[in-house]
């Protein structure tokens, strides 16, 4: 960083222009005035000279920030943030969330404050205000929120740490202070086995059956229902293997490849499911041939409408939540479905590793974080078996801490 004295024509004081480092958002220099441009010059050469050297040490030990054209924290957010995460070449749907959490809550909060003015106790503020507010429905809010809303400005203001832009990170510097945040995960609500199978009873009569079973039988993704194509389908070899992912971004349907390369993987099916993605192909003959002339919309989805258009996934939910509701059953969402799939694959004996392979989680140690409670319960019941095996005994009946019998 450097400075010098100058003076304007006319003016009988001095003025000083500070020489403060590249902007990273546009690559050019970043000089600033002193005094600014509309107040009086300083009136003798040397408190310029004090003012400029005060000006120069006091950007040394914030570590040479720059003044930018992002003034404020939801213009640095919105104008600079967002855009360099998107050119990194973030999912869509990732940047959507990231979006919704910035306008949602960031920005009503401290979209108003200088970015270097940012302190540790406004972000905790933030935090503890947001925790006691109620969420979606009145419920309290999910601590899956909270985290995500820390973790996105954590980042943000690394990144302008990074750049140059602060002298700390704000968010860690308040961490301590902080609210002690859950595991960030909500316990899967699940139906039985016997709930499951009402649900694809009921709906053995609709269209989408075949949809619906092999949710039912594979747990897949709603956008990977959505995004499956019939090339992917190996009817021979009775399995298909998962490639894109058809979900919604700012209100659009947009298909692309799986977040991971977990998520692109082969599951094998059970001849009931092949069955009805045979008739599933065959309804659609039948819908083309009765389709008006110059309506039907050629592609390759396995799941379409009447008229050939792929399915739209929000659509997809509500026709869900209104069998659900017709059928008389307990209200889950269609997500719902893969932690039933999970639980019941669980209980029948299925392996961590195996689950989370057909599943498309990145390790096992995902699933197993996710379905905890039932990995716990199969736990006991393997401790009480391998008891009564060596033992030679059934146990006897009491209480666990737990709430469940078994051997004191």
């Known amino acids: 960083m450097a400075g010098h004295l100058y003076r304007l024509p006319g003016e009988k004081g001095w003025r000083v222009q500070i020489d403060i480092g590249v902007d990273p958002g546009t690559g050019r220099r970043v000089r600033v005035k002193l005094p600014g441009r509309r107040k009086a010059p ?14 120069l040490l006091e950007r040394a ?38 979006e919704w959490i910035i306008r949602k809550h960031i920005i009503p909060n401290l979209g108003s404050l200088k970015l270097r003015d940012v302190k540790p106790h406004h972000v905790t503020t933030m935090i503890v205000s947001l925790a006691a507010e109620p969420g979606r429905g ?38 301590a202070d902080l609210p002690r945040a859950g595991s960030g995960r909500r316990v899967p609500t699940v139906w039985t086995p016997e709930q499951l199978g009402r649900f694809l009873h009921h709906v053995e009569g609709d ?32 399995r298909l293997t998962v490639r894109r992912n058809r979900v919604m971004v700012a209100g659009r349907a947009q298909t ?12 094998s099916l059970d001849t009931a499911t092949l069955g009805a993605l045979r008739a599933r192909r065959a309804q659609e003959q039948a819908d083309q041939s ?29 026709r869900f939540r209104a069998l659900v509701h017709q ?19 669980l209980q029948a004996g299925a ?52 709430g469940r019998s078994g051997q004191p």
Request: aromatic content about 6%; proline content about 6%.
């Open 42 to 55: 300083f009136p003798t050469k040397r408190e310029a000279e004090h003012a400029a050297a005060q000006a």
């Open 138 to 175: 009145g419920r309290a809010r999910s601590a899956r929120t909270l985290q995500l809303i820390r973790r996105v400005l954590s980042m943000a203001m690394a990144d302008a740490l990074r750049w140059g832009l602060l002298y700390r990170n704000p968010v860690t510097a308040a961490e």
């Open 207 to 238: 269209r989408l059956y075949g949809l619906w079973l092999l949710a039912a039988t594979t747990g897949m993704r709603r956008g990977e229902l959505c995004g499956l194509e019939w090339s992917d389908v190996d009817f021979e070899r009775g």
């Open 351 to 402: 392996s961590i590793e195996t689950l989370s392979d057909r599943l498309g989680h990145s390790t096992s140690a995902v699933t197993r974080a996710i379905y905890l409670h039932p990995v716990e319960e199969l736990d006991r019941q393997m401790a009480d078996s391998m008891a009564e095996l060596i033992l030679g005994r059934p146990l006897r009946t009491e209480r666990h801490p737990s």
């Open 256 to 267: 692309h490849a799986p977040k991971t390369a977990a998520g692109e993987r082969t599951i």
């Open 290 to 318: 009765v389709c008006p002339p110059g309506h039907w919309r050629d592609n390759d989805c396995v799941f379409r409408d009447t008229l050939g258009r792929p399915i739209f996934p929000e659509s997809l939910s509500k």
């Open 61 to 98: 030990a914030s570590g040479g920030v720059a003044e930018t054209r992002y003034a404020t924290v939801s213009e640095f957010l919105l104008q600079r943030w967002l855009p360099a995460r998107r050119a990194r070449g973030l999912k869509p749907t990732t940047l959507s969330s990231y």
């Open 327 to 345: 059928g008389g059953l307990p209200p889950i969402r269609l997500h719902d479905i893969r932690h039933s799939y999970a639980t019941a694959a």
